[in-house]
């Protein structure tokens, strides 16, 4: 779970894409005495390389993250056949 707090006027828009793209799903969005506040599941993979949030919130943000739980590994069903000629 990640929580986002935020000024209003830079909590849409680019940082919200972002954590998109990072398939991140919006949980919470609630006004806050400061600003926003803004709740997101995201796989552990999406948190690799989020500073660059702060460069699209103007650096006006306040992030932090807690582990959830764990979710069950999509497998793809893909095979291969390999022949080889002699």
Known sequence: MLSIDVEEENSGGRAMESLGQRKGTCRIWC??????????????RGLIGLQRVHELDRGTGLMSHV??????VRRLRVSVSVAMAC
């Open 31 to 44: 006004r806050t005495v400061v600003g926003v506040r803004i709740e997101y599941r995201i796989p552990a």
């Open 67 to 72: 582990f959830d739980d764990y979710a069950p």
